[in-house]
């Protein structure tokens, strides 16, 4: 009988986020990055999915991990490139060696801030994207990729159960 494999997320936290609490708290709220990772392996206990956090503030670092990802097989990542997002063709290119989904996350609505951060070089890639809900888009971006990965999809109310 062959023995079935761990489902494996990895979650990627680009540069600054490791000061996730301190750093500028009317933006990112006071939410560290260590209560965030715990509350997210805590999430994959639950649906039985082993979660991976990593943290760095250089690009060739989060390029190797990805790439090491890659080499060790995975079933879905999700990255907060932060300031990488708008820069980073290095971390592009290793992301599409990934051939799992893909959630890239964003604190702030990336959308509604500088100019500059409009543009995300992930997001043509990615699977999806999730902007602007805080930390706790996190959470969801965790339900979502779990809930690709075992292929289930949202299930609506039957239009029989809607009110008229």
């Given at each position: 009988?062959?023995?079935?494999?761990?489902?494996k997320i990895l979650i990627i936290h680009g540069p600054n986020l490791n000061m996730l609490g301190?750093?500028?708290?009317?933006?990112?709220?006071?939410?560290?990055?260590?209560?965030?990772?715990?509350?997210?392996?805590?999430?994959?206990?639950?649906a039985g999915i082993l979660v991976e956090t990593f943290q760095s503030n250089y690009e060739g670092a989060i390029v190797e991990k990805i790439q090491h990802t890659f080499l060790s097989g995975i079933n879905g990542i999700i990255i907060n490139p932060a300031a990488f997002t708008h820069t980073s063709i290095a971390?592009?290119?290793a992301l599409l060696l990934i051939g799992a989904p893909i959630i890239e996350i964003h604190i702030t609505n990336i959308y509604k801030r500088e100019l500059f951060r409009h543009k995300s070089l992930v997001a043509d890639?990615?699977?999806?994207?999730?902007?602007g809900f805080g930390v706790v888009g996190y959470a969801l971006?965790?339900?979502?990729?779990?809930?690709?990965?075992n292929r289930s999809t949202v299930r609506y109310p039957q239009k029989s159960a809607l009110p008229e």
């Open positions: 009988m062959a023995e079935t494999q761990e489902q301190k750093r500028e708290p009317q933006i990112y709220g006071s939410t560290t990055l260590e209560e965030i990772n715990n509350g997210l392996k805590r999430q994959g206990e639950k971390i592009r290119d890639i990615a699977t999806a994207q999730i902007s971006a965790l339900d979502g990729l779990i809930g690709l990965i």
